[in-house]
């Protein structure tokens, strides 16, 4: 049974669809993947998948380079002949499940966030909209990684009574396993992300600085890549001594080790964060937002503290909570927080879903 995968960047299909892959190679299914070709991807090569190297423009509006997509999906579905599609993100999701659609080929597609597009509405939303109508009109299974995502989907009779709720990517929890949690002298914590607007970097830059200043015995780490212009203000807060600039980390478990708290004041439009199921699965305690795709994995005052979005006053008053408590009570939450990944967001349960699912086209 031959399994084409559709998909716009390596990092996240090897970080959070390995598991899948590999399994579906166990179960000696012949693996093709559709994207990008880059470092992630040549793993997969060597793991035994066939690559097939597809430019896909993540965030691009040009129609022309669209319909290229569109026509290279038919002909390398035409070329493998799969048994089944599987699409990850936007673009594959809508322009593969279309090739799938006009080719009467099976396809199995997951909702990993609506993106800004929709979540700003107008008329952007009103197209996303109907494309998702027009591209998911035969899918076999769609699946969601937030109730308020496939909520949305609902409401616009989209794929109507194929919809299946997922524990977001779910987390892999031999990888991540329980850290001990640090002693030392300062208390640590943690941005890690895409710097950008919407992934809170600005309340918590805002965050840290207050707090640094009221409590000097506290660090505030920043991880990620600069996907907005933030670099001339985060070298600016470094040399003031506001932040530990870390850039990009190949391995966070590294970073995890030395952190007390993992802060994630994201207004993204994000399917499920994985950065908190990391943290939550390492044994961290979380402060993030109350918005679909973080306020799920944290339960307030038990694992971590919710706060309310674009609200830098709020954040910095749940950080003071947390720096209230003693080093037992700040263990204990990150405790708790590894019990409700064992509980709920194992990767296993995505892993078996997706084996059912498939195993029912056959």
């Not at 950065?275 to 044994?283: I, M, N, Q, T, W």
Request: proline share 3%; hydrophobic share 35%; charged share 25%.
């Amino acid at each position: 049974m031959r399994v084409l995968i559709l998909a716009n960047f390596g990092m996240g299909l090897y970080n959070f669809r390995r598991e899948l892959i590999e399994r579906l190679l166990e179960e000696e299914y012949e693996v093709y993947i559709s994207s990008p070709v880059d470092k992630y991807i040549t793993k997969f090569e060597s793991m035994g998948c066939k690559i097939v190297d597809t430019s896909v423009s993540r965030r691009g509006k040009n129609p022309v380079t669209d319909i290229r997509l569109i026509l290279h999906y038919k002909k390398i579905i035409r070329e493998i002949n799969p048994n089944v599609v599987l699409t990850y993100t936007i673009k594959p999701n809508v322009y593969g499940g279309i090739a799938c659609s006009l080719l009467d080929v099976p396809y199995i597609a997951n909702i990993t966030g609506l993106g800004t597009a929709v979540e700003n509405g107008g008329l952007m939303q009103k197209i996303t909209t109907m494309l998702y109508k027009f591209s998911l009109k035969k899918v076999n299974t769609l699946f969601f990684q937030n109730e308020e995502n496939m909520n949305f989907f609902k409401r616009n009779r989209i794929a109507t009574n194929k919809h299946i709720l997922l524990p977001g990517s779910g987390v892999n929890l031999d990888y991540f396993r329980i850290l001990d949690y640090p002693v030392q002298k300062t208390v640590d914590f943690v941005f890690i992300s895409r710097i950008m607007k919407q992934k809170g970097i600005d309340e918590y830059l805002e965050t840290a600085k207050f707090i640094r200043d009221k409590y000097p015995q506290t660090r505030f780490h920043v991880c990620g890549f600069n996907e907005e212009n933030y670099k001339n203000k985060l070298d600016e807060y470094q040399k003031k001594g506001i932040i530990i600039n870390h850039n990009i980390i190949e391995d966070i478990r590294e970073i995890l080790k030395d952190i007390h708290c993992t802060i994630h004041p994201s207004y993204y439009p994000e399917g499920m964060s994985n950065v908190l199921l990391e943290s939550a699965a390492a044994g961290r305690p979380i402060i993030t937002t109350n918005r679909s795709g973080c306020r799920e994995i944290v339960d307030d005052k038990v694992n971590g503290f919710i706060v309310e979005q674009e609200n830098s006053q709020d954040l910095i008053a749940k950080v003071e909570q947390f720096l209230e408590l003693d080093f037992e009570a700040q263990k204990s939450m990150g405790v708790s927080g590894r019990r409700k990944a064992e509980k709920e967001f194992d990767r296993k349960i995505i892993v078996n879903m997706y084996l059912n699912m498939i195993g029912k086209i056959k």
